[in-house]
């Protein structure tokens, strides 16, 4: 099945942002969110939702993207600041303060999903599955998902038991393990459920 040609714009004429967060089911770790204005005339055959690439095609369509950008911003949101906030706001701040780091200020912003608290006086649009239709939406994807595997990978060698070079902080059956075993790091979201109720329960 051919894959949907992605839009260039939502509003013509208008510099506009598109925004996207990773992160946000993960047991340890940052979220982190990304702005990317790309130009009008944009187009990549390869550039989709980014959890529909591989990995070698998301670190493949990163340098294209930031080459080719008219402005672009990456921004993280602590695991400490998303227990005091909770995910859902986190997720907000991640993407308000990449917003407010770009050095192009844009005119409307697409934001990914059905939900937005937005910070500045920009016009804004939410897009659910916005990554699998817009292009400035989907490079934020890709841009805010490979920096957050850059982080994950860099703390992996401090922490080595839990599997994040593999899981990127989710939880996967040997991240639980893990934390059952050593218990939670630095780096865990202690606001989230860590363990299972069955590995909970299973002395």
């Known amino acids: 099945m051919k894959k ?12 506009e942002a598109g925004c996207d967060e990773a992160g946000r089911g993960c047991l340890a770790g940052p979220v982190f969110a990304a702005a990317v204005i790309l130009p009008p005339d944009f187009e990549s055959e390869l550039l989709n939702d980014s959890k529909k690439l591989t990995e070698k095609q998301r670190y493949q369509l990163r340098p294209l993207i930031e080459e080719q950008a008219i402005s672009w ?3 993280a949101v602590d695991n400490h600041e998303i227990d005091e906030v909770n995910i859902l706001n986190a997720s ?3 993407m308000n303060r990449a917003v407010q780091k770009l050095d192009t200020k844009p005119e409307h912003l ?3 999903g059905n ?5 500045t006086k920009i016009p804004y649009t939410c897009m659910i599955k916005g990554d699998g239709r817009f292009y400035s939406i989907a490079a934020a994807s ?8 850059d982080f994950m990978l860099k703390i992996h060698d401090e922490f080595p038991h839990y599997d994040w070079d593999r899981n ?33 329960l299973d002395f």
Do not use: C, N, W
């Open 4 to 15: 949907q040609k992605l839009v260039s714009y939502f509003k013509e004429d208008q510099l």
């Open 142 to 149: 890709v841009l805010a998902k490979t920096y957050r595997d």
């Open 73 to 75: 911003a990456v921004v």
């Open 115 to 119: 939900r937005f608290r937005p910070q």
């Open 110 to 112: 697409l934001i990914d």
């Open 168 to 200: 990127k902080g989710y939880p996967t059956k040997k991240h639980r393990a893990a934390i059952k075993e050593y218990g939670p790091t630095k780096y865990h979201r202690m606001t989230f459920r860590l363990l299972d109720e069955q590995l909970v």
């Open 92 to 94: 907000f701040l991640a």
